[in-house]
Each structure stands twice: as structure tokens, then as C-alpha cells.
Nanobody, 124 residues
Framework: QMQLRETGGGLVQAGGSLRLSCAAS????????MGWFRQVPGKDREFVAA????????WYESSVKGRFTISRDNANSMAYLQMNNLKLEDGAVYYC?????????????????WGQGTQVTVSS
């Protein structure tokens, strides 16, 4: 089993920045593709970003491209999501997830492990 724990959420004004962190344990971190998803009440969980095992490849949902940056530190089993120029519509619970890389990085059903989530609230 892999355990994932997100931190770094909070309340921020529109235009501001937040950095989410995801601490992993229990499995070899570098063996997993890492992803970030978000969900608001009443809506489906949405892909935000993903990063390959080595960090050499990244993928982003179109609305966050150019504003969000995903990264990872394999030596310390950490993944990050730097969020800049936040918009009201970015407010959600953000989840860190891990998958072996055998399925689409864009679809949550291919991820094997999930964190508990961290709330991001963007105010006007």
C-alpha cells in the first residue's frame, strides 16, 4: 500500500498563489506516475496535472496550463503542485494520486492510490 498525504491548501485571493505538497510513503515513489485531481461538490473529479516517473514528462488540463506547475522530488518521495494566478473556478478539494503508469494519466480510474485531499478556496 502507498500512503499519500496532501498539504498546502488554504484560502487565497484571486490572482494569488499556493503550493500543494504530496508526501508519499509505503512504496517506491519513483515507480509511480503522480497526478493531481480536483473536485467540487456536485461535480465529477477533474484531472489537473500529472508527471512521469522521472519528471521528464508532464501533462496539464487546458485551463491550468501556464498557471500551474507539477513537479516531483523522488529522493524525498514528494510531489508538488505550484498554482499561480489562481481563479475563482480553481477552488476545489485537490487530491494527489499515484498510478503505475499502465493507464491513461488523465483518468482517475487508472490511479491506484489517493490522498485524503486538501481544500483550496479562492476568494474575489
Amino acid at each position: 500500500q502507498m500512503q499519500l498525504r496532501e498539504t498546502g491548501g488554504g484560502l487565497v485571493q484571486a490572482g494569488g498563489s499556493l503550493r500543494l505538497s504530496c508526501a508519499a510513503s509505503g512504496r517506491p515513489f519513483s515507480s509511480y506516475v503522480m497526478g493531481w485531481f480536483r473536485q467540487v461538490p456536485g461535480k465529477d473529479r477533474e484531472f489537473v496535472a500529472a508527471i512521469s516517473w522521472s519528471g521528464g514528462d508532464t501533462w496539464y488540463e487546458s485551463s491550468v496550463k501556464g498557471r500551474f506547475t507539477i513537479s516531483r522530488d523522488n529522493a524525498n518521495s514528494m510531489a508538488y503542485l505550484q498554482m499561480n494566478n489562481l481563479k475563482l473556478e480553481d477552488g476545489a478539494v485537490y487530491y494527489c494520486a499515484a498510478q503505475s503508469g499502465m493507464g491513461s494519466v488523465f483518468l482517475g480510474r487508472y490511479y491506484d492510490y489517493w490522498g485524503q485531499g486538501t481544500q483550496v478556496t479562492v476568494s474575489s
